[in-house]
């Protein structure tokens, strides 16, 4: 009975992992379609009003892919809830590399929660960090202040 528990927690754990890459992909060629689209409007010269409804459209096409991957991290999580529901606490089924026993050639089945994540501190944390140890922004150039200056990109 384990061992077919085990069995399909690998195929689950499987396609977990090939919809994860799937919607980061997806991610990254919306972020380009939108980088893209910015980057053709200025070189083409054209008002910031062209287009417009395009972009609003590509910009929500984003934030579903970005909430998409929110609730695939949440289906990970209960997942994870869920292995030991069923008898399977002591396998990893993981999100941070392969465990050990994996890495040996071993059956180990890893989600990755059983490693603790290290705490990420807040943009508020690392600004008030920076300030406290006297650390400065980088000076612009007075040329990158000008708002007349025109866009360049970089090919």
């Not at 380009?32 to 395009?54: E, F, H, I, P, Y």
């Not at 984003?62 to 929110?70: E, I, S, V």
Request: charged share 25%.
């Amino acid at each position: 009975m384990l061992k077919q528990r085990r069995g399909v927690a690998i195929k689950v754990r499987d396609s977990l992992f090939a919809a994860e890459e799937a919607i980061d992909a997806a991610l990254a060629r919306t972020a380009d379609l939108n980088s893209k689209m910015v980057t053709a409007r200025t070189d083409a010269g054209l008002s910031a009003l062209v287009g417009q409804d395009v972009f609003e459209v590509a910009a929500s096409a984003f934030a579903a892919l970005a909430r998409a991957r929110c609730d695939i991290v949440e289906t990970h999580k209960r997942l994870s809830e869920a292995k030991i529901q069923v008898g399977l606490r002591t396998i990893a089924i993981g999100d941070l590399g392969k465990p050990p026993a994996a890495e040996q050639g071993g059956d180990t089945i890893a989600f990755g929660d059983e490693l603790p994540k290290p705490p990420m501190p807040s943009v508020e944390a690392r600004h008030l960090q920076g300030v406290a140890v006297g650390a400065e922004w980088p000076k612009l150039p007075p040329a990158a202040l000008d708002p007349g200056r025109q866009l360049k990109t970089v090919a």
